[in-house]
């Protein structure tokens, strides 16, 4: 059974940086493409961020690119999003996400979804 849990949201001020993790359990790790994505109040998810299975490869947000950077430990079943200079508009809980296919995980199809981690950032 595939499960991703999400950790590090919290309540920050504007200007601040934070450290999504997410752990994958149940899954060949490696063979995943991983990414993020978002839903503040009122709106619907967005894509934040994701990476192709091998690393190599990221795609973010134009509203978080040069703010926020994906990153992946295979040993540990992990990936990261660290997001700096924080908003307010980055306000919203965010989602990891996994697929084998990195299209299909960027178009918020992935088949494999945590319940989410709430960040707060006051202005």
């Known amino acids: 059974q595939v499960q991703l849990a999400e950790f590090g949201g919290r309540l920050v001020q504007a200007g601040d940086s934070l450290r999504l993790s997410c752990a994958a359990s149940g899954l060949t790790f490696s063979s995943y493409a991983m990414g993020w994505f978002r839903q503040a109040p009122g709106k619907e998810r967005e894509f934040v961020a994701s990476?192709?299975?091998?690393?190599?490869?990221?795609y973010y947000a134009d509203s978080v690119k040069g703010r926020s950077t994906i990153s992946r430990d295979n040993a540990k079943n992990t990936v990261y999003l660290q997001m700096n200079s924080l908003k307010y508009e980055d306000t919203a809980v965010y989602y990891c996400?996994?697929?084998?296919?990195?299209?299909?995980?960027?178009?918020?199809?992935?088949?494999?979804w945590g319940q989410g981690t709430q960040v707060t950032v006051s202005s």
């Open positions: 996400t996994v697929d084998l296919s990195h299209l299909q995980l960027r178009t918020g199809a992935g088949a494999y």
């Open positions: 990476m192709t299975r091998n690393g190599v490869t990221t």
